[in-house]
């Protein structure tokens, strides 16, 4: 019986960052007192329809949840441990803003039970968090990771981006230089993706802000692989870097397929087989908790569908074969018979590796990602 992964969604930051499409609102901190006592209600009332399962990771995201306190992180955890089976062992996370978590903050964490922090770093350059509209300043990232390492973490992570206006290939350098330096368990490297509806991407639409061209970026993305590769770090996923053994364990549920349970404003869940999805409005999320009114949906996916995403999750995973058999049991099929056309022709163009056992993504397919997937669209 597979493990259950736990996300809680804590939607609140303090400013919105210019590139920032996630599920957050800045200016509604009043409304953190009701939104943790709407969370705590529905993880009490969720309804777990079957078998006991064990917890292995729980991963507090946001927004940034680093604006809880440690005592109100500490009943969080606590309510989740009441209600499910987790491992003593477990892996839990949170998202720290290094604006927001000194020495002490970091210990209040440890003394809620987190054993993870994921810091949102983006940057150690001035002039590129300015370009994000980050509110944190270039010296607080490094200072908040020697911060978690006093006070005794031994996970953790630091997202990094590149592909920012302005940005060049010798501050791309700079950023892992110093990252590799003060040596993280755990590295993740995102390409700048621009959302509509976001201050930079209307920025960048009138040409007052240029991003790098494709060339640029391709440089970029290789000395990020390049350089994390030569610091120890292992390439597991299209943006996730770790050191032997520290990869994340809650994303890798993400990836492969596995079951979590996502709790808060705008959270999804995967279980049973089912796709729920919550509201993502915070004031619709506590009062649908005053009203006792359902906070989950449920997305609805046709087969073919549920496939692709699959698919889509696995793939990224470099080097990680998916068993032919294991996709067959879930869903029903004779995957290589049904896709075998489409799995010769793309081996033959070095996008898939194809095994006795199963198929995995060569560099070349994970970098034509979308392309490999649209040829497992069109069979059915
Ligand atoms: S801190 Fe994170 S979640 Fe909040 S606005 Fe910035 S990018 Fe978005």
């Given at each position: 019986m597979m493990s259950l992964g736990i996300y809680v969604h804590?939607?609140?930051?303090r400013s919105k960052c210019g590139y920032c499409d996630f599920s957050s609102f800045a200016g509604?901190?009043?409304l953190i007192g009701s939104y943790l006592r709407a969370l705590a209600k529905e993880i009490k009332s969720?309804?777990?329809?079957?078998e006991l399962r064990e917890v292995d990771s729980i991963f507090i995201g946001?927004?940034?949840?680093?604006?809880?306190s440690g005592s109100e992180l500490k009943e969080l955890t606590s309510g989740i441990k009441e209600k499910f089976m987790v491992s003593p062992d477990a892996e839990v996370s949170i998202e720290v803003n290094p604006s927001s978590a000194g020495r002490s903050y970091m210990e209040q964490l440890i003394e809620a039970g987190i054993n993870r922090v994921s810091i949102?770093?983006?940057?150690?350059?001035s002039k590129t968090l300015d370009k994000l509209w980050?509110?944190?300043?270039?010296d607080d990232a490094a200072a908040t990771v020697k911060s978690a390492k006093i006070a005794g973490f031994k996970n953790i992570s630091v997202d990094l981006m590149f592909g920012?206006?302005?940005?060049?290939l010798y501050d791309v350098e700079k950023e892992l230089e110093i990252a590799i330096s003060i040596s993280p368990e755990h590295i993740s490297a995102y390409q700048l993706t621009l959302a509509e509806g976001t201050t930079l991407f209307e920025k960048v639409k009138k040409g007052a802000e240029i991003l790098p061209d494709e060339k640029l970026l391709l440089q970029m993305s290789q000395k990020v692989s390049d350089s994390l590769l030569s610091g120890g770090?292992?390439?597991?996923?299209i943006s996730n870097f770790a050191k032997q053994?520290?990869?994340?364990r809650h994303n890798l549920h993400y990836w492969r397929g596995g079951e979590f349970i996502g709790f808060g404003a705008g959270a999804h869940s995967f279980y049973k087989g089912r796709r729920l999805y919550n509201d993502g409005g915070v004031k619709k999320f506590i009062e649908n908790s005053n009203s006792n009114l359902p906070v989950f949906e449920e997305i609805e996916e046709d087969e073919n569908q549920r496939l692709v995403d699959y698919l889509l999750m696995r793939f990224?995973?470099?080097?990680e074969v998916i068993d032919f058999s294991v996709i067959n049991q879930r869903f029903n099929i004779d995957f290589l018979k049904l896709y075998l056309k489409e799995i010769t022709k793309l081996e033959s163009f070095g996008l898939l590796k194809l095994s006795d056992s199963g198929i995995c993504l060569t560099r070349k397919g994970l970098s034509l990602l979308n392309n490999v997937l649209l040829e497992f669209v069109k069979v059915r």
């Open positions: 804590i939607p609140f930051c509604m901190e009043s969720f309804e777990l329809f079957d946001g927004g940034t949840p680093s604006l809880l949102g770093v983006q940057s150690f350059q980050r509110q944190a300043r270039h920012v206006p302005e940005q060049t770090y292992r390439h597991y996923e053994g520290m990869e994340c990224r995973l470099i080097d």
